[in-house]
């Protein structure tokens, strides 16, 4: 990593735009994830299933995967602020569901799955649009601090979300509901006090050729191709985080506060590891540290199989947030600087599909893996797997393992240095 100054490593947050874009993605995020906690704990208050668990991740995932690569094309051919707002507010309109749900006093939960369907399909949309507009907010010369600082941010809110709806939760759900849609209605208003440099828009109709541009622009470069499939069946098969209800619950004899703190670790590992890549970006041994960066992730998700402390199991966490966050820092930096800007949006919506599918996918596979093996035995096999797919990659793509720089570094050097 190269060293800056601190002042450096925050002064994209100069700019307006950027300042308010991170605002709104902060809030959004926030809500969203106090929402998670309350689901997750409603659902199996209700139910007690593992099985359950994993259909909160599938019904949001179902839906994402069958419009994502469509929402790329949108993306690219419409004004991607305004998708962003528009996605917030069906966010906005989910949780004021879930409210009336909860009130109610319904005792059957597939309301809640046809929410969290109608919310895969907000995030579907949002995803590539929110991804592919970081490009149009600041001077390229910046968007390595501005994706190193947006991360970190978004880690503060996913370290913040899961505390504050456990805590919050002790007044009971329809509290945390509340309180995440006044959250999403802030971020809906500064979302709209943006005005993104303009994008270079897509005039080819949705046809499934342009759709699956984006798709064919991907597999024809094996580097990002490696890296996003890296990430993809290392987090598929990874997936702890879902069965961190019954963990709470059942191995660590914890309430709601007790999993706000679980969950909030991975996201405190993950934001002091981008706040320190803010300040010391990632330069050289490129292709090492996201291989390495995976196999903490495993190596943190066989510790947290191993141990029934719950001290143990939050430094476990943290430590497979902040690997988990040197992936996703050197593939969204691989994606965006490769990329054009007409296609942006279709590359992006590929990129969503990986990371959609290592989340909720991964989290549908880590229910049933614990409703066939057992909860203990579910996570020790995700970290397993994922330490194996990460041998198995570094073999199938020799290219990003060795690879010493971003494929973009060598003109920037040209760049400043004819400057």
Partial sequence: MSVMSPSS????????????YLSARVLGTLAVQMQSVAIGWQVYQMTGSLFDLGLIGLAQFAPFLVLILLAGHVADRYNRRNIIIACLAVQLLCGALLLGFTWTGARVVWPVFAVLVLFGSARAFMMPATQAVLKNMVPHEHFGEAVALSSSAFHVAVILGPVLGGLLYVFGPDTVYLAA???LAASVVLMGLTRAAPQAISSAPATWHTVLEGLRFVWSRPIMLGAISLDLFAVLFGGATALLPAYAHDV???GPAGLGLLRTAPGVGAALCSVALAFHPIRRHVGAWMFGGVAVFGLATLALGLTSSFALALAALFVLGAGDMVSVYVRH???QFETPDEIRGRVS???????GASNELGEFESGITAGWF?????ILFGGAATLAVTALWIVKFPVLAR?????????EERSRKAG
């Fill in 181 to 183: 849609g006044a959250l």
């Fill in 9 to 20: 490593g925050f002064r994209i947050l100069r700019n307006r735009n950027f300042s308010f």
């Fill in 374 to 378: 057992g909860l203990v035995r579910a």
């Fill in 403 to 411: 690879m010493d720089r971003f494929p973009h570094h060598d003109g």
């Fill in 252 to 254: 660590l004899q914890a």
């Fill in 349 to 355: 919506a590929v990129n969503a599909v990986f990371i």
């Fill in 333 to 335: 930096l691989l994606v």
